[in-house]
């Protein structure tokens, strides 16, 4: 097995077909099948299932996070070589969970990017959750920004500085006090939210709103479309909660902003594998870590924070 191999398997599974990895990698269809027909004679299983539409058996299935990080340990290994700790070129694989996108992700890039300007960085949705954790260990992505706790002891955190929630109201809501406000008065209003449900914020105010014994917030849309959301609160359909920069957006568009009078824990950390990474993920890793102040991504009032490993 070789370098070959592995990169001819993974361009017909992201791909789909032999025709379009062909296709894509300029070379002929006969030249990757004879490459996955001597990977799987060295491995000794079938990867694919032949017929109308070419499927992963369980062993191809398997095989896709080895044969991913199998290919960054030779690109590390090349960038070692060539001496390419000025990271002149190359590409940085970042999950990221639903709710970061924006803080603090954009100032991270933005200053990842002002560093090492040859670099590429691709930004991919992560599930919320433990499921998130899966594109680390199917090597989708070697860093991941989430707010849950580390499942397996084989991950490091470093914590992440990120902006307050604010509330914001349609342009048309009427009486708004001019002051931070309290879960009761923001329950008097509808929602517009986002999803996941189990979200690390929705579920921590919906024990607020429980443990104060209040009514849950009516909820008018929820939507898997983040994008959706301000359009939906200037349109007038209820309230939600942002965080600061995105908030700050939504107020220049039109809609009416207010602080909050509690604290919402917002945890949030970096999450990798241990072992080796690429020295592009490497360096953000050491960026992101000298710019976190004290305290960084842990939570407020008590609630403990994930710790590394």
């Known amino acids: 097995m070789d370098k070959r191999h592995f990169s001819y398997f993974l361009a017909v599974v992201e791909s789909g077909s032999i025709s379009e990895a062909a296709r894509q990698l300029h070379i002929s269809q006969p030249a990757i099948s004879q490459s996955i027909r001597e990977l799987e004679r060295d491995l000794r299983t079938q990867l694919f299932q032949r017929g109308p539409r070419l499927t992963l058996t369980p062993a191809g ?8 990080r199998t ?33 603090p992700v954009v100032p991270l890039v933005t200053r990842f990017q002002a560093r090492y300007p040859g670099l590429q960085v691709s930004v991919h949705e992560a599930a919320s959750g433990v499921d998130g954790f899966e594109s680390l260990r199917r090597a989708e992505a070697e860093l991941l920004i989430s707010d849950h706790p580390g499942p397996y002891p084989k991950h490091e955190s470093v914590p992440l500085a990120v902006e307050k929630l604010l509330a914001v109201f349609p342009p048309q809501t009427e009486d708004l006090p001019d ?42 849309v929820e939507t898997a479309h983040r994008d959706a959301i301000v359009p939906l609160v200037l349109a007038g359909a209820g309230l939600t909660l942002l965080p600061a ?42 960026m992101a870590a000298d710019a976190a102040p004290p305290g960084a991504g842990r939570p407020a009032d008590g609630v403990e924070a994930p710790v590394s490993g």
């Open 61 to 68: 299935r398997a095989l896709v996070g080895p044969a991913r």
């Open 71 to 103: 290919l960054r340990s030779f690109e590390a290994a090349r960038a070692a070589v060539e001496e390419t700790d000025h990271l002149a070129s190359g590409r940085l694989d970042l999950a990221v969970v639903q709710g970061f996108a924006v803080d």
């Open 179 to 220: 002051r931070p406000l309290e879960v009761a008065e923001l329950l008097r209003h509808s929602f517009v939210q986002g999803l996941p449900r189990q979200s690390e914020v929705r579920v921590w105010f919906a024990a607020v709103v429980a443990a104060e014994r209040l009514p849950p917030p009516t909820v008018v």
């Open 245 to 286: 920069p995105a908030a700050r957006a939504a107020k220049r568009l039109g809609a009416q902003v207010r602080p909050l009078a509690f604290t919402f824990p917002r945890p949030c950390f970096l999450y990798h594998r241990r072992g080796p990474l690429s020295p592009a993920a490497l360096a953000f890793v050491a």
